[in-house]
């Protein structure tokens, strides 16, 4: 119907918002409204807000994604019968709210006010054996919080993998980059990316992975400066008591380095940087659970909790 043009958001249900709060600056985002019942998070790029937490239960409330323009807004309400709201959050702008196939609530975005984007603190350049601009001039990385950018992408657990991949392609356009198989004829999920024509965008936006129970959102990725960054992060996590999941390493699939932190409620939030980028013709590729769980470097994934 449309073609979304990148991840908006991820909303979550939490009990004690002071907490969450707490938790997402240690991350590395920053404030961008704090209501009685709600806060809002931004990173430091142009998007209002990336994260959002509203009191009640722990658990995930939506997926945001935004779309191009109101207009596509109205096609996506016209073609599925939903109606174009005013967006109560930060950057205001229109919404059409949609349920997947397993009940997740899907968000569209669009006519979103953007914020000035908040400034990177210079740093000194990287040295390799192929060139030195770094001359005379020590390297500090500094403590404290990695400084997050925007989201990336997030991962949907699903009951039915083709359903999801059909909803989801037939809805917003995305590509398959890499989908993983077991087997010639079953395939156990798939990373999609944005179509943007000749456009660069990331290897993935969307990683849908069945699950016998399709529990919903399985992480949330959030891109930092660079490695450096994300290794300041890392230690600064580790030094407020935060619960890591997996990291750091490199992935085969997407390529990016990864570091993966539980939220106080169990909610997987991932910082990574260098990751890959292709246009709409690029072929996608096919790959196991092997590649899909492996490392090019690092640690390797975590067997499952006693």
């Known amino acids: 119907m449309i073609r979304i043009e990148d991840i908006a958001h991820v909303r979550f249900t939490a009990p004690d918002l002071e907490r969450m ?17 709600r806060i809002f998070f931004r990173g430091a790029g142009a998007a209002p807000f990336v994260h959002a937490t509203e009191r009640g239960e722990a658990g995930f409330k939506a997926l945001g994604l935004r779309a191009e323009s109101v207009a596509d807004l109205e096609t996506l309400a016209r073609e599925t019968g939903a109606v174009v709201e005013p967006f109560d959050a930060p ?9 997947d196939p397993d009940g997740n609530l899907v968000e569209v975005v669009a006519g979103q006010t953007p914020v000035e984007p908040l400034p990177f603190a210079p740093v000194a350049p990287w040295n390799s054996a192929e060139a030195r601009p770094r001359q005379r001039q020590v390297k500090r990385t500094g403590a ?14 699903v009951t039915d993998f083709r359903a999801s991949e059909r909803w989801y392609k037939d809805h917003f356009g995305f590509l ?6 077991l087997g010639p004829d079953f395939a156990l999920g798939a990373f999609l990316r944005c179509d943007r024509g000749d456009a660069l965008t990331d290897h993935h936006t969307l990683f849908l ?3 016998p129970n399709g529990k919903g959102f399985n992480h949330a990725a959030f891109e930092v400066r660079d490695l450096d960054d994300l290794m300041r992060g890392h230690e600064h ?19 990016q380095v990864f570091d993966y932190w539980f939220d106080p409620w169990g909610h997987p939030l991932e910082h990574w940087t260098d990751g890959d980028l292709f246009v709409a013709e690029d072929p996608p590729g096919v790959a196991g659970p092997q590649e899909l769980l492996g490392v090019q470097w690092g640690q390797p994934f975590p067997p499952p909790a006693a």
Do not use: Y
């Open 21 to 37: 709060a707490g938790f997402l600056e240690t991350f590395g985002l920053v404030p961008a409204a704090i209501e009685t019942d």
């Open 144 to 157: 404290g919080p990695a400084q997050v950018l925007r989201i990336g992408h997030a991962v949907l657990d």
């Open 237 to 255: 996590l580790k030094s407020t008591g935060a619960k890591p999941q997996w990291g750091v390493g490199r992935h085969i699939l997407g390529s």
């Open 91 to 99: 950057g205001g702008g229109q919404v059409v709210r949609l349920t």
């Open 209 to 211: 992975l069945q699950h």
């Open 176 to 181: 398959t980059s890499d989908e993983i198989q």
